[in-house]
């Protein structure tokens, strides 16, 4: 029990005594730290190089001078010597205090190798030169110099400590050292203590390189850790490439990204992935930006894998587009040909791209629908003008035909010509309205069974005389068996009108139209052709766009709208049929339209029966031409 309580009293007493020993380490460092210069604070590392500047000098100070009062006792008064090495002792505070108010270590290290080196040359010159106990200090100099960690300043150090040893040899030659102060103690006892405290010293400073060693790997350490954590979790993918382009490292993010691992991207895993049409431009950033020096900014797409099969490997890919800005890697290492490593940060701009792609198409199509604004008023300025001018024209001329003194049948002529004027303002009037209502949705069929063979001649009949009036052929052949149709009969009549008066308009005198009809498989196909101006290929396929006439609006030869084959387009298309333009310039136009004979998708029209024949008929058909 007696043993316990001992026990019990002794470990109190040893918490107690470390308690103030960390209580008294961390006032000292706190002191320490309050007269660190205001740009050393906030960098650990220089933090580190000061403090190990200033407090062995200090303290080293310190203790001399608390020990100089002793030593007074035990010695008595001392000789010139010993008060000279004692005065040095306010050096090291003097440096100290340059340090902590100007901040400038290299300077610091500078003036202690040159207050150390003149210190030791004295004391060897009055202590017989070279052979002088204290010229065993000289190896210090360029020793604590290294703890600078500059070369400049290790190197100036060697040349004074070298300078210093070449001055005691010289003095010692030349016969100018004075004669050594007669003393008690002998050359021996010097030298050994010498050796001695320059080898506590060297020691010092052998473990205060090392631990400025171990604080700078630590640092090093903490902020390797710090930016791996960063780039871990960062959205933007960091990478850092070789001179030729090559993956050296690349942060976790990419696997989200890209979704494929790290690693698989290391060399040049990255650059396979990239788009062939992209690679130039991906290699040319990395080059430009590791030998110029600037930042660069590239964007490429590359390959993502979406979807895996079951063994986990991928199944499939998509391209992403990403943005990458990269500048050099600031090591101060570069290759013979001027080029340096690059860092590199990535990111998805995938739906910029595609708003970019968005917008563009938008441009686009306002350019288009702006475009078919000048076409529609230049196209209406003149099929407009030109009827009405003859309207009021002609209708002022019966106004005044008491003056005119017009004949009857002058009189009828004009009349009929604002009848013709009329009517055709009439078809523009209604092409325009059939577009509009067409492009709004609002044009409506009405499908019922009808024979599409009396419809086909009923139209062709009324153009013959408008053909036969331009001296051209109109030529119609139909099978007299041709089945029933579901379909609008008024859609129908309008796509043959159209199609007809068109062969017509721009077939010249002489020329031949042919209308046919036939059947081929489950569809009845209609083919319009003329032996007209034709279509050069450059406008083949716009045709069929509102308000569009192959050739320049102010160069063309015939009137028209441009409505007239749009609308037949559109009408085709709500029938669910197709159609064909073929045409060649001065050799004529074949136009062809593909109906279905029936239409399953319309409930509310009963079904025909299975048409007959369903192979084409030729041998059956009439052939109408006009006179």
């Not at 309207?391 to 035909?401: N, Q």
């Not at 042919?514 to 032996?531: F, Q």
């Amino acid at each position: 029990m007696g043993a316990n309580q001992k026990r019990g009293r002794y470990l109190p007493s040893r918490a107690t005594a470390s308690a103030d020993s960390v209580a008294l380490s961390r006032i000292i460092g706190e002191r320490l730290d309050a007269l660190l210069h205001p740009s050393a604070r906030y960098d650990a590392l220089a933090s580190a190089r000061h403090r190990a500047f200033i407090a062995p000098r200090l303290f080293g100070s310190l203790a001399a001078f608390a020990a100089f009062p002793i030593y007074l006792a035990m010695r008595g008064a001392p000789t010139a010597l010993e008060a000279l090495a004692f005065a040095w002792l306010i050096a090291p505070i003097l440096l100290s205090w340059f340090l902590s108010r100007t901040g400038r270590y290299e300077s610091a290290h500078v003036l202690s190798s040159l207050s150390l080196t003149g210190l030791i040359l004295v004391i060897a010159t009055l202590t017989g030169g070279i052979t002088s106990f204290a010229a065993i200090w000289l190896i210090l100099v360029p020793l604590e110099a290294a703890l600078s960690a500059s070369r400049r300043v290790v190197a100036f150090a060697a040349m004074l400590a070298l300078g210093a040893a070449a001055v005691l040899i010289a003095i010692g030659q030349l016969g100018w050292l004075p004669a050594a102060p007669a003393g008690d103690v002998s050359h021996g006892a010097l030298m050994a203590v010498s050796v001695a405290s320059a080898t506590l010293y060297a020691a010092g400073l052998a473990f205060g390189s090392e631990s400025l060693t171990r604080t700078s790997d630590t640092l090093l350490s903490v902020e390797e850790e710090r930016y791996r954590l960063l780039a871990r979790h960062m959205s933007d993918v960091i990478s850092r490439h070789g001179r030729n382009g090559a993956v050296q490292f690349i942060s976790p993010a990419v696997e989200a990204l890209i979704g494929v691992p790290a690693s698989a991207l290391s060399g040049h895993g990255l650059f396979d992935r990239v788009h062939v049409a992209d690679r130039p431009a991906y290699l040319k950033a990395l080059s430009d930006a590791g030998r110029g020096g600037e930042a660069r900014s590239v964007e490429f797409r590359v390959r993502r894998e979406v979807a895996r099969d079951d063994r986990g490997r991928p199944s499939a890919a998509e391209f992403i587009w990403l943005e990458m800005r990269c500048r050099p890697f600031e090591t101060g290492v570069v290759s013979a040909a001027g080029e340096a490593d690059v860092v590199a940060v990535m990111r998805d701009v995938t739906d910029r791209k595609q708003q970019e792609q968005a917008l563009e198409e938008a441009r686009a199509e306002a350019g288009r629908a702006d475009a078919t604004k000048s076409r529609f008023l230049a196209t209406m300025s003149h099929e407009l003008r030109t009827p009405l001018n003859a309207v009021i024209g002609f209708s002022d001329m019966i106004l005044h035909e008491d003056e005119l003194m017009l004949a009857p049948e002058r009189r009828k002529e004009y009349a009929q010509l604002i009848n013709d004027s009329g009517q055709h303002l009439l078809s523009v009037v209604n092409g325009i309205l059939d577009m509009s209502k067409i492009e709004s949705g609002h044009f409506e069929i009405a499908p019922e069974p009808f024979a599409p063979r009396p419809a086909l001649l009923n139209c062709c009949n009324l153009l013959a005389l408008k053909a036969r009036e331009n001296g051209i052929d109109l030529v119609t052949r139909a099978p007299e068996n041709l089945p029933e149709i579901v379909g609008d009969p008024r859609a129908f009549k309008q796509i043959l009108l159209n199609l007809v008066s068109n062969a017509i308009k721009f077939t010249e005198r002489g020329g031949t139209v042919s209308v046919d009809a036939m059947v081929e498989g489950a569809r009845l196909v209609l083919r319009v052709s003329d032996t007209g101006v034709g279509i050069a290929a450059e406008d083949l396929k716009r045709i069929g766009d509102p308000f569009f006439q192959a050739g320049t609006t102010y160069q063309r030869r015939h009137e028209g709208t441009g409505l007239g084959l749009s609308i037949v387009k559109s009408l085709v298309g709500m029938h669910g049929g197709d159609i064909e333009v073929k045409s060649e310039v001065d050799r004529g136009t074949t136009v062809t339209v593909s109906l279905p004979l029936a239409q399953p998708a319309l409930t509310n029209v009963t079904p025909l029966a299975p048409p007959q024949p369903t192979e084409p008929q030729r041998p059956d058909y009439q052939v109408k031409k006009s006179a």
